[in-house]
């Protein structure tokens, strides 16, 4: 009767093995994050009601993407009335905004919870070097830019209703 000898993988063999197993989850994580990217880049709307009304305060485009939340409104010539952009925050953090390049006045929104933290009233547009930079008082989930004169007030509770994409 034959006996079989158990060979077991020498050391550099088990590290190769590793570092290819490593590799490959990296390789697998890099396509992942690279696929949520180009998900995140093609633009989302959502509705902003004030919670406990039916009223629509107003049609939302969702930034989601880096690039998206870093331009913003920036560049364009205008904004429709009741209109604006929603800046998810995760996880929840201070925040800071600017209006360099902005065409027209904001009301800047900053959102906890589904309640109005603070609110930045009639931040007008900047088209200098050096624009004012405003800071969240405290850790928000959400940014919300509407036009001016919006009369949202802080502690007013929202309701956000994404759209799905087509």
């Known amino acids: 009767m034959k006996k079989f000898k158990m060979r077991l993988p020498s050391v550099n063999q088990a590290g190769a093995a590793i570092a ?3 590799l490959l989850c990296m390789g697998f994580q890099a396509y992942a994050s690279y696929s949520q990217d180009q ?3 093609k633009p989302k709307s ?3 009601k004030v919670s406990g009304s039916d009223k629509e305060v107003a049609k939302l485009e969702v930034q989601t993407s880096r690039a998206g939340q870093v331009k913003g409104l920036s560049g ?4 429709e009335p009741n209109s604006g952009m929603l800046f ?3 996880p929840a953090k201070l925040v800071q905004v600017w209006m360099k390049d902005v065409n027209f006045p904001l009301d ?3 959102v906890k919870d589904g309640t109005i933290f603070q609110v930045i009233e009639n931040a007008p547009p900047c088209h200098t070097k050096k624009c004012p930079i405003y800071t969240s008082n405290g850790q ?3 940014v919300i830019e509407l036009q001016a004169s919006s009369k949202i007030q802080p502690g007013t509770k929202i309701k956000i209703t994404f759209i799905p994409s087509p």
Do not use: C, G, H
């Open 20 to 22: 290819a197993l490593l």
């Open 76 to 79: 364009r010539t205008k904004i």
């Open 39 to 41: 998900i995140a880049q």
């Open 108 to 110: 800047i929104l900053f």
């Open 46 to 48: 959502a509705v902003l």
């Open 140 to 142: 928000v989930d959400t």
């Open 88 to 90: 998810p925050v995760q």
